[in-house]
């Protein structure tokens, strides 16, 4: 296998190649940030009971578990920062060499870098959404009103009951729209870096094996082997900060 460094070299010359690059992420590139794998065993999501959307919409005492969930500090993602990763990403759409970003995360953090073409597949966590009038607020006031009452807040604009962070919910399907600009940008794009994501979660992991097979380049960065690795173009393993900081001091 080649070292680590070539390995980024020829990622480099491929981003410099390319007419479309675009990068899918997921978990992996927020643990650098302190933000944990929600879904990895001994998680915070194990300790608490699984709240269906389905149920979420029909029982108050569901909505007060959510709310209680939400309110946990683990579970809280607001103060989180974002690190070297985000950073590079940010830095090359506003060089014109990442054309977009679609991601799995809900933390917000590849916004808070300066990435503004951000697809995000399961939501938002730092906005809350009525269930009932569509109108979004932003997440922190609602969390922090939650603490300090332990009542469910009320929508500010409808006094509805049924706010829910803009995430995508358990038994929740994706938004269609979203769904259909993020398969867009897989069609595209030539080349596509897969950052930080087991690529387990469907139907997210077939954005870039649809790609891939449409003939576009396929890069994986992540810590642990995912299930792509095979039909990758390159597979480099570690930190996605440090191994996307290595990439862009070779485009420079
Ligand atoms: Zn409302």
Known sequence: ???PSKQC??????????????????????????????????????????????????DPA???????????????????????????LA??????????L???NIDGLHQLA?????????????????????????ARPLIEAFRSTGCVPACP?????????????????LDPDVLEEAFAWARRTDLMLAIGSSLVV??????????????ARLVIINREPTRLDAAADAVLHGSCGELLTQIARWLE
């Open 157 to 173: 604009a409808c006094a509805r009951d049924r706010l829910k962070l803009a995430t995508i919910s358990f038994g929740q399907p």
């Open 1 to 3: 296998m080649e070292s």
């Open 62 to 88: 569901a909505r007060l578990e959510y709310w209680r969930q939400r309110s946990d500090p683990e579970m809280d993602m607001s103060a989180a920062q974002p690190n070297a990763g985000h950073h590079v």
């Open 102 to 104: 679609l991601t799995q």
């Open 202 to 215: 469907e139907p997210a992991a077939s954005l870039p094996r649809l790609a891939s097979q449409r003939g």
């Open 114 to 138: 300066g990435s503004r073409r951000v697809v995000e597949l399961h939501g938002t966590a730092r906005r809350a959404k009525c269930q009932d009038c569509g109108s979004t607020f932003p």
């Open 91 to 100: 830095q090359w759409e506003q060089a014109g060499r990442l054309q977009a």
């Open 9 to 58: 070299e020829q990622v480099a010359r491929w981003m410099a190649e390319a007419r479309c690059t675009i990068a899918f992420t997921g978990a992996g590139i927020s643990t650098e940030s302190g933000i944990p794998d929600f879904r990895s065993p001994g998680g915070v999501w194990s300790r608490y009971r699984q709240i269906m959307y389905d149920e979420f919409m029909r």
